[in-house]
């Protein structure tokens, strides 16, 4: 447990920090992931935005386990990832990487396979150092491209071939380790014909379980199946990239009331799941444009008593990055930045990659860009059976709901914005008998904590403090309502339900 900064920040901030190196995400244009094995090992994988728009996709494994394999594989993936990002050039990528092999300790005899997927016309170039080749997924069929390389880095100098293949919209490209090849009991064809036909089998399942991301479903599916079956003695590596056509750009107009908030949320979310954005990036976006969509509501027209409206549009960028404009036509006002108000353009530029803000005697326009992506899945022994499908959507509206404790505690779910704020400080007010009695609030299942909630946040606090009673805020590490509290810097507890109740 810990209070704001404290200690249990830290400590969780340093095992993320670890996973990350181990786990990159698989960023920008949005491919997915999925591992099974230990944490620590040799497998990696990269997905990364080239230069010109085209998406570089990247699996590795690294002889032996443990942490010394995980220090290895760190430093190979990072030349070649780098060089691939700054030139796109996979051949210059794969020898580079195996330069590199021959001088770090242990990176002798590692693997790797890349491919560099052009979106527009799905052409596919691949090329291999000792690695298996992709595996392509089409309706239900599935089919092996041709070898591209049987030496391993480290070993020669190698001169890898650059081969071509080309996809048609709805096709899957897998990269995978060969560790989902070499499981216990089955031969290499054996594995070989079982991973083709869990594949295919598993994209077929995507017509039956509608709105489930198809690469999303084959690469969990195809490892829990055969693993399942089997058991495996290695890491096991998949990595996919599906062709689809990007969604029609959002374009909508909503009135400026603070009815149109939750809408907002709601439509832009739905949109960005068609993009098959991760869920974090997908908060990080809601939150800010809503923050965004709250100051229009609140200050471009304050003062008119007639109706107005304001617009968001939001794009994805060929270089994998989601831009979105909130655009009104009323009267810029300075943010004055208090402790009650003017915190919500600090929130915005908090949750994303880029802000700015532009605004004359038309009106203003506030511009936020995040380059999105889709988290990998660590599989364990308990993910078994097949994958169960997408995440149901989200409930929009605000809860709050008493729980059984020996102290007075209240739950609270949904987003607290301009339009539930005042819900959420008469919960808080009952529940504790006007700041008479002490409190513990969770805000762990908050889906949106608004600029318009921090002022309410400190009147509640305030309140109690006069009454000689505690209202304490509680919100994991990471959740939105910790970052947003993080940020305007009222106090909170870290830890989760039930740790030191």
């Not at 691949?126 to 595996?135: E, K, M, Q, T």
């Not at 739905?270 to 709250?294: I, N, P, Q, S, Y």
């Not at 803000?357 to 022994?381: E, F, K, W, Y």
Request: aromatic share 2%; net charge negative.
């Amino acid at each position: 447990m810990g209070r704001g900064a404290g200690s249990g920040r830290r400590a969780a901030t340093r095992d993320a920090a670890r996973h990350r190196a181990l786990l990159p995400k698989a960023r920008s244009r949005p491919a997915t992931c999925s591992r099974a094995g230990t944490a620590a090992g040799g497998d990696w994988f990269d997905a990364i935005t080239l230069p010109d728009g085209r998406l570089g996709l990247v699996v590795g494994d690294v002889v032996g386990h443990g942490l010394a394999a995980s220090a290895t594989m760190g430093q190979l993936r990072v030349v070649l990832s780098e060089r691939l990002a700054a030139t796109g050039d996979l051949h210059a990528a794969i020898a580079s990487a195996d330069a590199a092999a021959r001088r770090i300790a242990g990176a002798a005899a590692a693997t790797t396979c890349v491919a560099v997927l052009d979106p527009e016309t799905g052409v596919v170039e691949y090329a291999a150092a000792g690695h298996p080749p992709p595996l392509v997924v089409s309706g239900d069929e599935a089919r092996f491209l041709r070898s591209a390389g049987d030496q391993p880095l480290g070993v020669a100098e190698l001169d890898p071939e650059v081969q071509h293949a080309t996809l048609r919209p709805g096709d899957l490209l897998l990269l995978y380790t060969d560790g989902i090849l070499e499981r216990p009991g089955r031969t290499h064809a054996e594995s070989t014909v079982e991973l083709l036909r869990t594949a295919a089998g598993a994209a077929a399942d995507c017509a039956v379980r509608g709105g489930v991301p198809c690469a999303d479903l084959v690469c969990t599916q195809t490892v829990e199946l055969l693993t399942g079956t089997t058991g495996h003695e290695d890491d096991i590596t998949l990595l996919a990239a599906q062709l689809v056509p990007a969604p029609a750009e959002f374009h909508h107009r909503y009135p400026a009331a603070p009815a149109s908030l939750p809408l907002v949320g709601t439509e832009l979310a739905e949109w960005l799941g068609h993009l098959r954005v991760g869920t974090d990036d997908t908060d990080a976006l809601r939150h800010a444009v809503v923050e965004l969509a709250t100051n229009a509501v609140e200050h471009a027209y304050a003062g008119s008593a007639d109706e107005h409206e304001f617009a968001v549009s939001a794009r994805l960028t060929t270089g994998g990055e989601v831009e979105v404009e909130v655009a009104d036509t009323g009267r810029w006002r300075e943010p004055v930045p208090s402790a009650d108000r003017g915190l919500g353009l600090q929130i915005t530029a908090d949750m994303v990659d880029h802000f700015r803000v532009a605004h004359d005697d038309t009106g203003t326009t506030s511009v936020v860009r995040h380059l999105v992506s889709r988290p990998a899945r660590l599989l364990t022994a308990a993910d078994t059976g097949p994958a169960t499908g997408g995440r149901p959507p989200r409930d929009r509206s605000l809860h709050v709901e008493a729980e059984p404790s020996a102290t007075p505690r209240i739950r609270v779910s949904g987003p607290v914005d301009a339009h539930t704020a005042a819900h959420f400080e008469q919960a808080v007010h009952v529940a504790g008998a006007t700041g008479t009695r002490s409190l513990t609030v969770d805000l762990g299942e908050v889906t949106h904590l608004a600029g318009a909630a921090v002022p309410v946040l400190h009147r509640l606090v305030s309140r109690h403090r006069h009454n000689s009673t505690e209202l304490l805020l509680r919100a994991p590490v990471g959740t939105p309502a910790d970052v947003v509290m993080t940020t305007v810097g009222i106090d909170h507890d870290t830890g989760r339900p039930g740790e030191d109740d």
